[in-house]
C-alpha cells in the first residue's frame, strides 16, 4: 500500500475524506522492482553499453503512477527525455557526445548584474551542473557529462543537483531581483481557494501564536531559552509539512534550521533572536504571495535523509525527559509544543520507514486536530474535548495493517495510550512509537 493511499483509506468507513498530499516528497520509497532497472543500468555501463545503461537508468527514476519522467520512443541513436522536478522541467538527451540535460530558471531581461553575481558565486559550490546565460536571455541551469564518465550513480547525484536546485532557486531569484520574470515550465496542479485560504489562515494563526508567545512571554520564559526555541521551530516545521509551500517561505523555513543547528557558536537567546526574525518575515508575506507558494506538482527527487526507527528513538529519548520536566513545573501550555517539535522535525528531516511516518502523522493529525477537520478530514477528538480512543485504535490497526508485509516488529496495542487529555496522549503516544522494534523484512 502507498503512502498517499493508506491516508487516503485512513478512515475506510468515511469515505469524503479528502486526498491531500502532506510533507516533502521522498524517492526512497520506491517500490522492490526498480530495483532491477538500476542493477541493469549499471551492468550495461559495466559493458560500455552506454544507450542500454541511460534507458535503465530513466526507468529507474520513473513514477509510473505520476508520469514523472517522459521519454521519446523508437529513437536508437539518441534518447530524448524530460523529467518533472516541482515547477521545473528537465530536459535533455544523450547521443555520441555524452549526456546532457537543462533546466530553464528564469528570464533575464534587462541584464542583472546582481542576479549573475549571486549565481557565479553558487557555480562553486555546484559539483555536477552551473547556471549559465543563453542568447536568448535565460537563465539555465545545465548539466553535461560524455559516456566514459556517465555511470548511472553520476547521472543520479547530478541530475538530483540540477533538477532540485533549479526547483528551489527559481522563485527566490524572481522574488529578489526584479529583472528576473518567472518561467514556469512544470506541471503545476492548483489548488482549490478553499483549501489555500484554510491553509493560508492556519499559516497565519501558527505565526501569530509563536511571534506573540516569543514576544509577549519573553520574561516569563527568560529562563527557559530551549522551550522558546521548541515552540518557534516545531511552528515552521509544522507548516513545511502541512503546506509544503515553495519559494519564499521554504526560503525562511531552511534559514530557521540553520540559525539553530548550523550557528554552534551563538547563545541560545541569539539563535533565538534569529529563529524570530525569521517568523515575522514569514508573516509578512501577504495572501497573495503565500498562495502562489500553495500547489501540487510532479517530483523526481527527495531532499530527505534516509532515517530509521533509531533516529525516532534517539530524538524521543533526547526530548522527552524536557517535556517530562515542563510538565512537571506547570508549563504544560509550552511544554506541548515538544511533541510537535519532535515529530514535524523528523519529518523535515528525515525520509522515515513507513509505519514511523504513518505514526508521526498521525500524531499531528491529533495535536492539528482543527486544521484537518476544516480540510474535511474526521475529527480525532469529540465534541466534550476528549480524544476518541475508538477512531485513534482503528488507524493503529491500519498502520498495523499496512506495515505488517514490510516490516516486523510492529505492534500497535491502542490499549497503552492515555487518552484523558492532549498531554497524556502525546507522551504515551510516543512512548508507545519509542517501543517499537521496527526493522525491514
Same mark, same amino acid.
Given at each position: 500500500?502507498?503512502v498517499k493511499?493508506?491516508f487516503?483509506?485512513?478512515?475506510?468507513?468515511?469515505?469524503?475524506?479528502? =486526498?491531500?498530499?502532506?510533507?516533502?516528497f521522498?524517492?526512497?520509497?520506491k517500490?522492490?522492482?526498480?530495483?532491477?532497472?538500476w542493477?541493469?543500468a549499471?551492468?550495461?555501463y559495466?559493458?560500455k553499453?552506454?544507450?542500454?545503461?541511460?534507458?535503465?537508468f530513466?526507468?529507474?527514476?520513473?513514477?509510473e503512477?505520476?508520469?514523472?519522467?517522459w521519454?521519446?520512443?523508437g529513437?536508437?541513436?539518441?534518447?530524448?527525455?524530460?523529467?518533472c522536478?516541482?515547477?521545473?522541467?528537465?530536459?535533455?538527451?544523450?547521443?555520441?557526445?555524452g549526456?546532457?540535460?537543462?533546466?530553464k &530558471?528564469?528570464?533575464?531581461?534587462?541584464i542583472?548584474?546582481?542576479?549573475?553575481r549571486?549565481?557565479?558565486?553558487?557555480n562553486?559550490?555546484l559539483?555536477?551542473?552551473?547556471?549559465?546565460l543563453?542568447?536568448d =536571455?535565460?537563465?539555465?541551469?545545465?548539466?553535461?557529462t560524455?559516456?566514459?564518465d556517465?555511470?548511472?550513480?553520476k547521472?543520479?547525484?547530478?541530475?538530483k543537483?540540477?533538477?532540485t536546485r533549479?526547483?528551489?532557486?527559481?522563485?527566490?531569484?524572481?522574488?529578489?531581483?526584479s529583472?528576473?520574470?518567472? &518561467?514556469q515550465?512544470?506541471k503545476?496542479?492548483?489548488?482549490?481557494?478553499?483549501?489555500?485560504? &484554510?491553509?493560508?489562515?492556519?499559516?497565519q494563526?501558527?505565526l501569530d !501564536?509563536a511571534?506573540?508567545i516569543a514576544?509577549?512571554?519573553?520574561?516569563?520564559?527568560?529562563?527557559?531559552?530551549?522551550?522558546?526555541?521548541?515552540?518557534?521551530?516545531?511552528?515552521?516545521?509544522l507548516?513545511?509539512y502541512?503546506?509544503?509551500p515553495e519559494?519564499?517561505?521554504?526560503?525562511h523555513?531552511?534559514?530557521i534550521?540553520?540559525?539553530?543547528?548550523?550557528?554552534n557558536d551563538?547563545p541560545?537567546?541569539?539563535?533565538?533572536a534569529g529563529?524570530?526574525?525569521?517568523?515575522?518575515?514569514m508573516?509578512?508575506l =501577504?495572501?497573495?504571495?503565500?498562495?502562489?507558494?500553495?500547489?501540487?506538482?510532479?517530483?523526481?527527487?527527495?531532499?530527505l535523509?534516509?532515517?530509521?526507527h533509531?533516529?525516532l528513538?534517539e530524538?524521543?529519548?533526547?526530548?522527552?525527559?524536557?517535556f517530562?520536566?515542563?510538565?512537571?513545573?506547570?508549563?504544560?501550555?509550552?511544554? &506541548?509544543y515538544?511533541?510537535?517539535y519532535?515529530?514535524?522535525?523528523?519529518l523535515?528531516?528525515?525520509?522515515?520507514?513507513?509505519?514511523?511516518k504513518?505514526?508521526l502523522?498521525?500524531?499531528? !493529525?491529533v495535536?492539528?486536530?482543527?486544521?484537518?477537520?476544516?480540510?474535511?478530514?474526521?475529527?480525532?477528538?469529540?465534541? =466534550?474535548?476528549k480524544l476518541?480512543s475508538?477512531?485513534?485504535?482503528?488507524?493503529?490497526a491500519?498502520?498495523?495493517?499496512?506495515g505488517?508485509?514490510?516490516?516486523e516488529g510492529?505492534?500497535?496495542?491502542a490499549?497503552?495510550l492515555?487518552? !484523558?487529555d492532549?498531554?497524556?496522549?502525546?507522551?504515551?503516544?510516543?512512548?508507545m512509537i519509542y517501543?517499537?522494534k521496527?526493522?525491514?523484512?
Amino acid at each position: 500500500m502507498t503512502v498517499k493511499k493508506f491516508f487516503k483509506n485512513l478512515f475506510g468507513e468515511y469515505p469524503t475524506e479528502p =486526498d491531500i498530499t502532506f510533507g516533502r516528497f521522498s524517492d526512497l520509497y520506491k517500490p522492490a522492482y526498480k530495483n532491477e532497472s538500476w542493477e541493469k543500468a549499471l551492468d550495461f555501463y559495466e559493458k560500455k553499453q552506454y544507450t542500454a545503461s541511460i534507458r535503465y537508468f530513466l526507468d529507474y527514476l520513473h513514477d509510473e503512477h505520476t508520469g514523472n519522467v517522459w521519454i521519446e520512443p523508437g529513437n536508437e541513436e539518441k534518447i530524448r527525455f524530460s523529467l518533472c522536478q516541482g515547477s521545473k522541467l528537465i530536459e535533455g538527451f544523450a547521443n555520441q557526445d555524452g549526456f546532457f540535460a537543462t533546466a530553464k &530558471i528564469a528570464r533575464c531581461e534587462p541584464i542583472s548584474l546582481g542576479a549573475l553575481r549571486s549565481l557565479l558565486e553558487e557555480n562553486y559550490d555546484l559539483r555536477y551542473s552551473c547556471f549559465a546565460l543563453g542568447s536568448d =536571455d535565460i537563465l539555465t541551469m545545465v548539466m553535461h557529462t560524455d559516456y566514459l564518465d556517465a555511470s548511472p550513480y553520476k547521472l543520479y547525484y547530478g541530475l538530483k543537483e540540477l533538477a532540485t536546485r533549479a526547483d528551489r532557486r527559481d522563485d527566490v531569484l524572481v522574488s529578489t531581483f526584479s529583472e528576473l520574470s518567472a &518561467i514556469q515550465s512544470g506541471k503545476i496542479v492548483e489548488l482549490s481557494k478553499e483549501e489555500k485560504e &484554510i491553509k493560508f489562515s492556519f499559516y497565519q494563526d501558527s505565526l501569530d !501564536r509563536a511571534i506573540h508567545i516569543a514576544n509577549q512571554d519573553a520574561e516569563k520564559l527568560e529562563k527557559y531559552p530551549g522551550l522558546v526555541s521548541y515552540m518557534m521551530m516545531s511552528t515552521a516545521f509544522l507548516i513545511d509539512y502541512l503546506l509544503i509551500p515553495e519559494g519564499m517561505i521554504m526560503e525562511h523555513i531552511e534559514n530557521i534550521y540553520h540559525w539553530f543547528f548550523q550557528t554552534n557558536d551563538l547563545p541560545p537567546h541569539r539563535k533565538n533572536a534569529g529563529i524570530l526574525l525569521e517568523l515575522q518575515e514569514m508573516k509578512k508575506l =501577504d495572501r497573495d504571495n503565500v498562495y502562489k507558494e500553495l500547489y501540487n506538482t510532479k517530483f523526481t527527487f527527495g531532499n530527505l535523509m534516509p532515517g530509521n526507527h533509531t533516529n525516532l528513538q534517539e530524538m524521543i529519548d533526547m526530548e522527552m525527559k524536557h517535556f517530562n520536566w515542563y510538565m512537571e513545573n506547570e508549563l504544560e501550555a509550552y511544554a &506541548i509544543y515538544i511533541p510537535k517539535y519532535i515529530a514535524s522535525m523528523l519529518l523535515y528531516t528525515y525520509a522515515m520507514p513507513l509505519p514511523d511516518k504513518q505514526l508521526l502523522h498521525l500524531l499531528i !493529525r491529533v495535536l492539528e486536530n482543527d486544521f484537518f477537520v476544516r480540510l474535511g478530514y474526521v475529527s480525532l477528538i469529540k465534541a =466534550d474535548g476528549k480524544l476518541d480512543s475508538s477512531r485513534l485504535a482503528h488507524c493503529l490497526a491500519l498502520i498495523t495493517a499496512a506495515g505488517s508485509g514490510l516490516y516486523e516488529g510492529i505492534k500497535l496495542d491502542a490499549g497503552k495510550l492515555d487518552c !484523558r487529555d492532549i498531554y497524556r496522549f502525546s507522551s504515551s503516544f510516543l512512548v508507545m512509537i519509542y517501543q517499537l522494534k521496527i526493522q525491514k523484512l
